[in-house]
C-alpha cells in the first residue's frame, strides 16, 4: 500500500512560476514510474513521467516549460512550473505505479491568472 499526498499548488500569475511535491509513503519498493496528471473539465491528461531509471517523458504542451524530478531519499516526486499559462490550470495529480498498482494522490489545485 502507497500513499500519496500532493502540495504546492495554488494561485499563480501567468508566467510565473510554482513547484509541487508528492510524498510517498507506505510499501515504498519496486517503483516502476511516477507521474503527474492534470484535470480540467473535459480533460484528464498526463503531464510528467518520470520512470525507475531516471528518464523522462513530456506531454508536447509543457516540454521546455515543467520539468519532472525526484528525490528517491524523500520517496518525493515534484513538478517544477515555470512560465505557466492559464490553460495549465487543473487539479493536479500524482500517480505511482508499483508492479500492477496504480495509486493516486488526492490532487493540488493549481489556478493561472492571466
Known amino acids: 500500500q502507497v500513499q500519496l499526498v500532493e502540495s504546492g499548488g495554488g494561485l499563480v500569475q501567468a508566467g510565473g512560476s510554482l513547484r509541487l511535491s508528492c510524498a510517498a509513503s507506505?510499501?515504498?519498493?519496486?517503483?516502476?514510474?511516477m507521474s503527474w496528471y492534470r484535470q480540467a473539465p473535459g480533460k484528464r491528461e498526463l503531464v510528467a513521467s518520470i520512470?525507475?531509471?531516471?528518464?523522462?517523458n513530456y506531454v508536447d504542451s509543457v516540454k521546455g516549460r515543467f520539468t519532472i524530478s525526484r528525490d528517491n531519499a524523500k520517496n518525493t516526486v515534484y513538478l517544477q512550473m515555470n512560465s505557466v499559462k492559464p490553460e495549465d490550470t487543473a487539479v493536479y495529480y500524482c500517480?505511482?505505479?508499483?508492479?500492477?498498482?496504480?495509486?493516486w494522490g488526492q490532487g493540488t489545485q493549481v489556478t493561472v491568472s492571466s
Open positions: 500517480n505511482v505505479v508499483q508492479g500492477v498498482r496504480w495509486y
Open positions: 507506505g510499501s515504498i519498493f519496486s517503483i516502476n514510474a
Open positions: 520512470f525507475s531509471g531516471g528518464s523522462t
